[in-house]
């Protein structure tokens, strides 16, 4: 019984006489079609318009004063973000040091060892699918009211890393969580028979496979964190701030605060300020996303 | 029925018992292959593996009333057997009569799901493997599983053997231990040299030989496998079967398999399981008939072992 | 080498050998330290309701909650100040429908195009598309719903009264845009999870790719769809710095998309900005703004969350 059977099968079945071609693809078909593909190019369209526009109105400023100077009200023409840009540094550093290795630690305990039939894993998991969707202002509110105000922190560093790494936990808990998923359950079966521990089993293969899907996950959550602006105003973020932070308990801007703060001023010379500030962003979440892809592809696993 | 632990077990390296028709080629009717791949240089001292096998009638386990659970669903219901020493016992039956559930209770693998369940004794040396003090670690540094699909570490194929060394914390010398267990299964001319290579590099059937060797490497008593060859093609299977052979000499194995005539070919017992359907119209599965291979192959004393083996069945 | 390691039927005679041989306190510290860790997000959750409930409760102790929910004006730092947060509310719908109306289509028209026409090269490109205008800041946006779309919407509106510089309407579209990566990826997430089977049966019917996205893969999807829309709504409810620039900063309880408005979000943002002594009652109006915000959302959530666990019962 090979596949001579099969075609001998297959011949028999067609109906002599009978046409296949059909009478071409109808116009509905060809409508629908191109209405699914028109709803993508409004995407890339207004994506590929925004960078262009963004671009044209950033040239006049476009060089390096928008590293090297500080903001100057007075004299827009000169001005520079740089203490945006260390700002958004220290604040993503320490909010990397803070929600990192929590958000690891907790994908690890739902993972492997949480039992999803009991009740409290089971608020674990509803608690964070719902945080993840709770409105970053909202954690601004939190920031303000428990950490600034309430702890006492004030309107620094500190507050605002703490802040944003509340709000990207979520974010980070999951991705963790898919890397770990993929690490197939065959790799634990056979590391468990050999007389590992549990967390034996963990550290020695579960984790180093998922290594590189957690840091993928990880710097795009990041990479969402220094976009955010909204939980930052709340702390009083849009203070003008002409110096560098020196410090945890540092006061801060950042840059995309100080976008919107010059947003919102009229002459002009702010604009091309802003829009030259948005491309100093863009840049820098370009080049966190190409990191993470490249992360991506260049360690994943095949199994 | 099932039990037959007082009759005296085949003598090694005979013929097999003297069953004429047989309806499968039986077990040891190929000249008995002891270390096919060994090389002839080994330079391994040999003292770990005594070539010869005792002589046999000690339990290792003892398996009294078992049933497992999933939930509340019963899967395998009331098995009573006993498997000895330095034999190679299958399992054998069709798709879902519990035999692969049966298999895992023997190194507590089924702790794994946390609905599974098992009651009654399974008793190994006399020791109550789910008794309350018992540490499944320890169990399954001494009861050791290979599993259906090859599932190498994404390791090079000496961190794959070294694995399970490191976790017991083995304090000797790794190199000398590798290389003695890769040339004890007749793996080490085929990777020593490449033993810093990725073991998803080798083939499916070296793949498995590596994950049987990575067991052996923390020298267990008894080896679990769980259809080790149903991944491999037929050349790879047989390479498999000769190590078993070879390796009965040294470890306890009890293999669960699909394929009939390897039941037939590499072991000395056969524990045959089926599934029936209870009034309640569930499905559990139940052994049947446990019995020296050849018996079961040419004589079985069950209907439904016969309809199965002839293929009627399943 | 391997003597006193190799496990023979020695240590068999004597009972208990299957003991634990060394104390393994460890993994229970491990384990303790993973359980607290997971513990971060929970109390997470607790501290936001924390610092929403005690200002907001000493908020409503001076503004009866009836005035507050009904009220038509809201200018809470006027003498005399006006608590009604209406104009908030129906700010944030208005916008919300706006955005809607744009990435319901889209977002689902690109849902299936990817998961039922596109071949993998065509999803290789499109994907990181989405990906990209997902990762956006959403100032970004919001500036260029001021400076580009709102200049062209009033460059060829036809007739005098176009839109005027803060708007509902661009803010609306930008978020719309914003929100079609959303709405796509879990929806087409859903979509993926209709089992190749059902796709074969109906294509060996004779249906047209057309006739099985639609009638076979879209309900099939139906829940996961709706959970991405729902999940979208929340997002642009809770969406604060595209309307806190785009959309201006006058409470307006209008219906007409040209007018500028100020939603909650905006709202919560600009009173943040103030820098307002704490216990003051517009200090305060920022719990009772966020309690609602964080209440609407939290619903949205629910819904989404509980349809997504409907379809994954259903298929895997």
């Not at chain 2, 270390?35 to 005594?50: K, L, W």
């Not at chain 2, 386990?61 to 009331?78: I, L, M, P, T, W």
Request: aromatic share 8%; with cysteine.
């Amino acid at each position: 019984m090979g596949s001579g059977l099969l075609d001998e099968d297959t011949a028999a079945a067609l109906p002599e006489g009978r046409r296949l071609e059909g009478r071409g693809v109808p116009w509905r078909e060809r409508l629908f079609q191109l209405g699914l593909w028109a709803s993508l190019a409004v995407g890339v369209v207004f994506l590929a318009s925004l960078l262009v526009y963004v671009v044209v109105e950033a040239w006049p400023r476009l060089d390096l004063r928008i590293l090297t100077h500080f903001p100057d009200i007075i004299d827009p023409s000169n001005a520079g973000a740089q203490s945006a840009v260390m700002g958004t540094i220290w604040v993503i550093a320490f909010t990397a040091l803070y929600c990192l290795p929590t958000g690891i630690l907790t994908a690890i305990y739902l993972e492997e060892y949480a039992d999803p039939h009991r009740w409290y894993n089971r608020v674990v998991e509803i608690n964070i699918q719902n945080l993840a969707a709770v409105p970053s202002i909202v954690y601004g509110i939190l920031g303000l009211g428990i950490i600034a105000r309430g702890m006492g922190f004030g309107q620094t560093v500190l507050t605002a890393s703490l802040t944003l790494s509340l709000l990207v936990l979520p974010t980070v808990i999951i991705a963790a969580r898919e890397a770990i998923r993929a690490v197939p359950q065959s790799i634990r079966e056979a590391s468990l028979a050999l007389g590992a521990t549990r967390w034996q089993t963990i550290r020695r293969q579960v984790l180093p496979a998922a290594v590189p899907g957690m840091a993928t996950g990880s710097i795009l959550a990041l990479s969402r964190a220094i976009g955010e602006a909204a939980p930052l105003l709340l702390l009083g973020g849009l203070a003008f701030i002409t110096f560098n932070p020196s410090g945890l308990d540092s006061p801060f801007t950042v840059l995309p605060i100080q976008i919107f703060n010059w947003i919102s001023q009229s002459r002009a010379e702010f604009i091309s300020l802003a829009s030259a500030a948005i491309v100093v962003l863009l840049v820098i979440l370009l080049a966190m996303n190409s990191l993470a892809i490249w992360l991506r592809n260049h360690y994943s696993h095949r199994w | 029925m099932t039990d037959a632990t007082d009759r005296p077990d085949p003598v090694e390296g005979t013929d097999p018992a003297p069953h004429e028709a047989a309806t499968a080629t039986p077990a040891r009717a190929r000249p008995a292959a002891t270390a096919p791949d060994r090389p002839a240089d080994s330079r391994t001292p040999r003292v770990a593996f005594r070539d010869a096998r005792p002589p046999s009638g000690v339990p290792v386990f003892e398996v009294g009333g078992v049933s497992v659970f999933y939930g509340d669903h019963e899967a395998v219901r009331d098995v009573n057997m006993t498997i000895e020493n330095r034999q190679i016992t299958a399992m054998i039956g069709p798709s879902g009569c519990g035999k692969s559930t049966m298999i895992r209770c023997f190194n507590r693998m089924n702790d794994l799901i946390p609905t599974a369940r098992v009651t009654g004794k399974i008793r190994y040396h006399n020791e109550d493997l789910y008794g309350r003090d018992v540490d499944p670690i320890e169990v399954r540094r001494r009861i050791g599983m290979v599993f259906q699909k090859p599932n190498p570490f994404p390791k090079s194929v000496y961190d794959n053997i070294a694995y399970g060394p490191r976790v017991g914390g083995f304090k000797g010398n790794l190199d000398d231990l590798v290389e003695e267990t890769l040339t004890h299964a007749a793996l080490w001319d085929e990777v020593k040299a490449g033993l810093k290579r990725s073991a998803l590099a080798l083939s499916g059937g070296q793949q498995q030989r590596l994950c049987i060797a990575r067991t052996i490497a923390v020298k267990p008593e008894v080896i679990l496998m769980d259809e080790p060859c149903s991944a491999l093609d037929p050349i790879a299977t047989a390479k498999i079967e000769d190590l078993m052979e070879h390796l009965a000499q040294e470890f306890t194995i009890i293999v669960v398999t699909h394929n009939m005539q390897q039941a037939a070919r590499v072991s000395h017992r056969t524990a045959f399981f089926t599934s029936d359907i209870d009034e309640a119209g569930v499905r559990h599965g139940r052994l049947v008939e446990y019995d020296e291979t050849a018996r079961i192959f040419s004589n079985p004393s069950d209907q439904r072992t016969e309809d199965y083996i002839s293929g009627r069945f399943g | 080498m391997t003597g006193p390691r190799r496990r023979e039927r020695a240590a068999a005679g004597s009972s208990g050998f299957l003991k634990r041989s060394q104390p393994r306190h460890g993994e229970k510290v491990v384990m303790v330290l993973l359980a607290a860790a997971s513990l971060v997000s929970v109390l997470t959750t607790v501290g936001i309701v924390i610092a929403l409930i005690p200002p907001a409760a000493e908020f409503f102790q001076k503004v009866s909650f009836g005035d507050f929910i009904t009220g038509t004006e809201w200018s809470p730092l006027f003498k005399p100040p006006h608590f009604g947060v209406l104009p908030l509310v129906t700010a944030t719908l208005m916008v919300t429908v706006i955005a809607l109306l744009v990435a319901v289509p889209l977002g689902l028209g690109a849902a299936v195009y990817l998961s039922e026409y596109a071949r993998p090269r065509v999803r290789s490109v499109f994907k990181p598309v989405l990906e990209v205008l997902a990762g956006i800041p959403t100032v970004v946006y919001g500036f260029f719903a001021l400076k580009a779309v709102t200049p062209l919407l009033q460059d060829i509106w036809p007739g005098d009264d176009g839109p005027q510089v803060f708007n509902a309407l661009s803010a609306g579209f930008v978020m719309g845009i914003m929100i079609i990566p959303t709405v796509a990826s879990l929806s087409e997430d859903a979509m993926s999870a209709v089992p190749q089977d059902l796709r074969d049966g109906a294509f060996a019917l004779g249906s047209s790719r057309m006739q099985v996205s639609t009638k076979v893969v879209f309900p099939a999807a139906l829940s996961g769809i709706v959970a991405a829309v729902v999940l979208g709504i929340s997002r642009a409810i809770g969406e604060t710095m595209i309307v806190a620039v785009a959309a201006g900063g006058r409470p307006n309880l209008s219906f007409d998309p040209l007018e500028g408005m100020q939603t909650m979000t905006a709202f919560i943002a600009a009173a943040g900005i103030g820098d307002l002594p704490t216990g003051s009652t517009g200090y305060q109006t920022i719990f009772a703004v966020g309690s609602l915000l964080f209440v609407m959302t939290l619903v949205m959530n629910l819904v989404s969350i509980r349809l997504v666990r409907r379809y994954r019962e259903v298929y895997e």
